[in-house]
């Protein structure tokens, strides 16, 4: 099993062993020192990985796999480191890498893998994330001095959360609008739209730059370990070179040049983040599979209550507790399948540049960004409270995940944001239908269903055996019906509302459907990819939890959708049989949940959570009694 | 609206007014200061209120009202402070109260009450939490020295999480078993079960009573103000006198009287944890407006994207957005309701010590503190995310409202475990349908829904008319419905599993069936109380609003409950007509949502999250601006 999750033991081995070396780095919890000091042991984490000869700006440019395995690793060292190496080498060194010339990677990429030149990626603006369009941040070209003149022009636009920004960073990739004074000589300025500029912040010895000022952002829910910042630009001057120029450039005397529209430009751009977003679902997925190690080891040994005269229970025994955490279970193995997926699609399509698996891609990890964040972020409620009071210690470490991870749901693209792009990209597809494009292996099902008719089997609709509820032709099937239904649905929504509110209003009266489909959709191909996975593995026993976590993924997504109540391809009675072998499945894994929780191989040295440890089995409270000083560590 | 609200809006005006004096006392946030120092403020806070001649002790015994308010207003000063005040006086203070007799009231209360005798509530252990009759900690008769000898057996028993025991207790209400010699002079001993006995902890210098060690237990996830800590006892000795002997006594040589049975005198003993859980509905309930305060304002006044060519819209324009939000607001002042009717009981029952009122208001006690500390923390999330990148600032307070409120699901009655005995008094006021026993009130429905038959109305089932829909009525006589169908099919399967798995396998197998029954049954009655209130309003907009709000409650219930898949009493098409509804009245609801959270008039000083200000309209950003410094404050 451990086969089947891991791509890359070794380095995990390596990484994870020369870390148990400096265990000093590897606080107990964070909670009670200063952000600070937070940041101050982030930095000598990040230093010492680099000492150690990783270079994760190569990795990220020659071994995208690697890149994204070393990030889930270190999610669970500390969220913030991860989050401070994104910034670093997604973001910052991304932004080079994907938005600028071959003259900026040779100047600065080196020093950036090195962490010798920390630097931040400016977007965001107090009054615009999401719409990114809207920046207001304003980059002049003065044609005289050949520079271009970076301005904040009103409060509104001061830039905000910036990481590596308060503390760090020595330069920023500053998107801004790009203005020039229009050729045709009448004085006006054109605006270009937004594009990204190299600006200096500070120097090495942190003197601030002439013009730039800057805030720190303070503290924030978590990840106290990154300095977010904001800042304001006062006629900073950079040379006309500073612009990074893949989709559009300047020449000297003011001519822009793009090989795109202005509409197209804005699209790569934006584009280039997918990388980000590949890497926020791998380290929330490594949180989601620290907590649910966590609370099944600690479920199996914490007992109470029981029937009368007989010794207590262990909690996971109760259907209440299964019927949480088994769900996550299944469902972190599944998700794993689809990252692993999601990781090599987008690898080949940094590779070929295919337009089409580009495209599928960056609706896959904006799909699957928005899916398991979400997840992850509710399964960490759902995990504290199946570890009751003691879940509450700080040591045990849930607050810490989902403090850190909560805003993995809003940064890199808001949740609610990035699922109607998902929807969009289906409408899409759903309308070229019959238009004879070819359609990426993703989409393809929308063609078939779409020609099938709609209307259900009304033989299999009624059919409740395990046999065939537990046949992934059954599930699989199911579970893209859902999607060609609400898909069908909304697009009939939509083309009627359309008429009295306009495109705009028609989408926003629909929003509900379409976040909906956005899911299903993310479902559908997650439990594609489970199965998929699961039919590469050869060891029986394996093979027979993967199909069961698989069954419980699947039959948790029909079984909790609303939609059958209005459709007959799923009759009532049905759905009753779901739910009573949800329950045996969940009772089924529950025998088998501490083994495969265990294949998750997170070393005790690195999950750090005294109920959670490995050798819970002998002593279920010694580490924690140690860790409060009852006894001696 | 805010008569409707507030019965002590005097109270509100006078100690915010007085806190308002006292500005140093109110941080804009509580990261980045250690443990020490929040316990510090929290005294200092505390200490405040008495030297201003707050007396909550009194309040608990005389005028229980202004004693659940005044911790409703600090709830929002600080959660640990609310906490630190529900140890001290609901906890310490209400143990000495509900289990002493009239010489431990005399003796302590008084200093209880001015914070000068510091105390905890040593219930829970390190192994034992939910299951109280299974506490090892053992308190051992001395016959000749006519002393309790206070043993803690293993680390097992270890006191865990024990509030005011880390720094200021001065003593404790233990829980222990209760031996003494057996009067057959047999050498043997006999338990008679956990007992509350009083032990001293430290003196007032802070050095820690012979036999008691201290443990602090450390960073939590929240509520760091409060010094929770670990006590373990080894033969500490304290007079015969110190057992809280309300409910059982022994007399001098060692004979045990009670005029109750065993398990008579548990339940009664474990009744009186019911105050607790009254205060902590009151204070979940103030975090919840406090947070759908600031979700609203800042969703009113953020902007992002918008028609082509149009200016941008407000947040909470978006569909979405009003779908998660509005029901917050609606449940807001549904369990606002619900959670006055329930002081309101249980100060009455206090006053009247009627048995099955007493039996009915812990049930409701249980079941209400379950769900709304449940909801509060799921909006917590919602609203979080609804606020973006900016609800990630410390400053707009979600992060510490989430980390303190968390563990309010689970401490004084783990949410799950509640949950059971409210289902459990359910089934049992099922059986007692015939056997003509008088019903209080809140189940008077369950005979009309017994003598019903419980098939639908054909006609009533298809009706779809908004007008229909908001009946009260028919969303009343549905919930209820709800309730008497999901008692009446749990019976049965109990009934049927008993046989073969006995009562604890039968109970078990049913879990997430009487976590749903209870879960209605407290929709219904909130739904109740909500109607009922509304009728007491005469402002026609006023009552126009709570109505909306109502229905929006309601059907939400309605809505979201699987149920109806499998039962005739509410069609397809009619689930569909309500979720229609619903997002209509969601839109409205969105046109007046300003005014009714300003209606909580919850004081910006006591607020304290920038992006939340009422100032908010004039200029939505400034207070933000001001706290990360861009501007002077």
């Known amino acids: 099993m451990e086969r089947f999750l891991d791509e890359h033991r070794d380095l995990k081995a390596e990484v994870y062993g020369k870390l148990e070396q400096h265990r000093d780095l590897l606080l107990p919890t964070l909670e009670g020192i200063s952000k600070e000091e937070h940041r101050e042991l982030v930095r000598k984490i990040l230093r010492l990985l680099v000492a150690e000869g990783y270079r994760p700006m190569h990795f990220y440019q020659h071994d995208l796999q690697k890149y994204y395995y070393l990030g889930e690793l270190m999610a669970l060292v500390d969220l913030s480191l991860t989050v401070k190496m994104g910034v670093q080498y997604s973001l910052w060194g991304g932004s ?55 301005t904040t022009p009103d409060d509104g636009a001061i830039k905000w959360w910036i990481g590596n920004a308060a503390e760090d960073g020595q330069m920023a990739t500053v998107f801004a609008r790009l203005k020039v004074p229009s050729p045709d000589g009448s004085g006006a300025i054109d605006d270009h739209g937004v594009h990204a500029f190299l600006v200096p912040l500070r120097d090495a010895a942190g003197n601030t730059a002439s013009g730039v000022e800057i805030r720190d952002c303070g503290y924030k829910v978590g990840l ?14 950079i040379p006309r070179d500073n612009l990074l120029d893949r989709f559009g450039t300047v020449e000297r005397g003011g001519q822009y040049r793009s090989p795109f529209s202005a509409s197209r430009r804005f699209a790569a751009t934006l584009g280039e983040l997918t990388g980000g977003r590949v890497g926020l679902c791998c380290s929330s997925l490594a949180v989601l599979k620290g907590a649910v190690t966590v609370a099944v080891r600690y479920g199996a040994t914490r007992q109470q209550f029981g029937p009368p005269g007989a010794p207590e229970v262990a909690v996971l025994d109760y259907s209440s507790q299964q019927a949480k955490l088994m769900p996550l279970l299944a469902s972190a193995y599944a998700l794993h399948a689809a990252t692993r997926f999601l990781v090599g699609q987008y690898a080949e399509a940094k590779r070929t540049k295919e337009e089409d698996l580009v495209t599928d891609v960056h609706s896959l990890s904006a799909g699957l960004k928005a899916y398991i964040t979400n997840f992850t972020a509710n399964a960490l409620n759902v995990c504290r409270e199946c570890c009751g009071g003691h879940g509450y210690a700080a040591v045990n470490r849930f607050g810490a995940w989902r403090s850190d991870h909560d805003i993995f749901q809003t940064f890199e693209g808001d949740n609610t944001v990035l699922l109607q792009q998902v929807a969009g990209l289906l409408l899409k597809k759903y309308q070229e239908r019959f238009s004879g494009t ?8 929308l063609r078939q269903m779409a020609l099938d008719s709609l209307p259900a089997n009304p033989l299999a609709s009624h059919e409740t055996s395990p046999r065939h509820l537990r046949d992934p032709a059954f599930l699989s099937r199911a579970l893209k019906y859902r999607v060609a239904r609400l898909l069908h649905t909304v697009a009939a929504r939509l083309r009627k509302h359309t008429k009295r509110l306009g495109a705009f209003g028609a989408w926003n009266k629909c929003l509900g459907h379409l976040l909906a489909l956005a899911r299903a959709h993310i479902e559908s191909i997650t439990y594609a990819r489970m199965s998929a996975a699961l039919d590469t593995c050869s060891d029986g026993d394996c093979r027979k939890a993967l199909k069961a976590m698989a069954d419980v ?51 005790d040295h690195i999950l750090r959570s005294p109920i959670g440890q490995s050798s819970y089995t002998r002593d279920p409270y010694a580490e924690y009694l140690r860790s409060i000083g009852w006894t001696p560590s």
């Not at 106290?224 to 001057?237: A, I, P, Y």
């Not at 049989?577 to 997170?602: H, N, T, Y």
């Open 553 to 603: 993924f699947a039959l948790g997504c029909i079984q909790g959708d609303v939609l059958w109540r209005n459709d007959d391809y799923i009759a009532a009675e049905k759905v009753k049989a779901i739910v009573k072998l949800q329950e045996d499945l969940c009772r089924e894994l529950r025998g088998i949940a501490v083994p495969l929780v265990d294949s998750f191989a997170i070393p």
């Open 438 to 445: 070819p359609m990426q292996a993703t989409y393809a099902y």
């Open 96 to 150: 080079i890498v994907n938005l600028g010339s071959e003259r900026h990677k040779k100047q600065y990429l080196e020093d950036v893998d090195q962490f010798r030149l920390p630097g931040a990626f400016a977007m965001t603006e107090l009054q615009h994330g999401s719409n990114v369009a809207a920046l207001q941040t304003e980059a002049v070209l003065d044609i005289a001095a050949d520079e271009w003149v970076i």
């Open 224 to 237: 106290q370990g990154v300095d977010n910042g904001s800042l304001k630009f006062t006629g900073v001057r």
